[in-house]
């Protein structure tokens, strides 16, 4: 197994996707825990990094781009949910919360279903959970510029 293939095959697991099916992986997988979560993706920015070091010209680029949020996989406290719902309220963008939070878009906008401030975008899944949605939610965000 090559480099790439180990980087996308831990990338997939750190998203709670099964590689192999591209199902979402069941909530009682070790992959879901957030310290295994974390693991997964300080193992993707080593293997990234060594590889931009070595000078290989892999296409996994280096490992500022793929450096992952500082609050990845951790859990949410209420103050966290207090400050996404106010940020989003005054319209700030998914990209922009993201940022200022130190979690993915795809964090901020799971973690906006959980809150009630949108409904799931078809492509969204949740954790442990079927893929659901209709899809309004994408054709408004996208409208408002907020992806």
């Given at each position: 197994?090559?480099?790439?293939?180990?980087?996308?095959h831990?990338?997939?697991?750190?998203?709670g996707i099964d590689?192999?099916?591209?199902?979402?992986?069941?909530?009682?997988?070790p992959?879901q825990?957030?310290?295994?979560?974390r693991t997964?993706?300080?193992?993707?920015v080593?293997?990234?990094?060594?590889?931009?070091?070595?000078?290989?010209?892999?296409?996994?680029g280096?490992?500022?781009?793929?450096?992952h949020p500082?609050?990845?996989?951790?859990p949410?406290?209420?103050?966290?949910d207090?400050?996404?719902?106010?940020?989003?309220?005054?319209?700030?963008?998914?990209?922009?919360?993201?940022?200022?939070?130190?979690r993915t878009?795809?964090?901020?906008?799971?973690?906006?279903?959980?809150l009630?401030?949108?409904?799931?975008?078809?492509s969204?899944?949740?954790r442990?959970q079927?893929?659901?949605?209709?899809g309004?939610?994408?054709?408004?965000?996208s409208?408002?510029?907020?992806?």
């Amino acid at each position: 197994m090559d480099r790439s293939s180990v980087i996308h095959h831990l990338r997939a697991w750190a998203e709670g996707i099964d590689p192999a099916s591209g199902e979402a992986l069941p909530a009682e997988h070790p992959a879901q825990r957030a310290d295994t979560i974390r693991t997964l993706y300080t193992a993707i920015v080593l293997l990234e990094s060594d590889a931009a070091r070595a000078g290989s010209g892999s296409e996994t680029g280096t490992a500022a781009h793929t450096a992952h949020p500082r609050n990845a996989g951790r859990p949410w406290p209420a103050e966290d949910d207090l400050a996404l719902a106010k940020g989003f309220d005054a319209g700030t963008t998914v990209a922009a919360l993201a940022a200022a939070m130190g979690r993915t878009r795809g964090a901020i906008t799971a973690r906006l279903v959980r809150l009630g401030r949108i409904e799931a975008p078809e492509s969204l899944r949740l954790r442990g959970q079927p893929v659901t949605g209709t899809g309004e939610t994408a054709e408004r965000e996208s409208s408002a510029g907020r992806s």
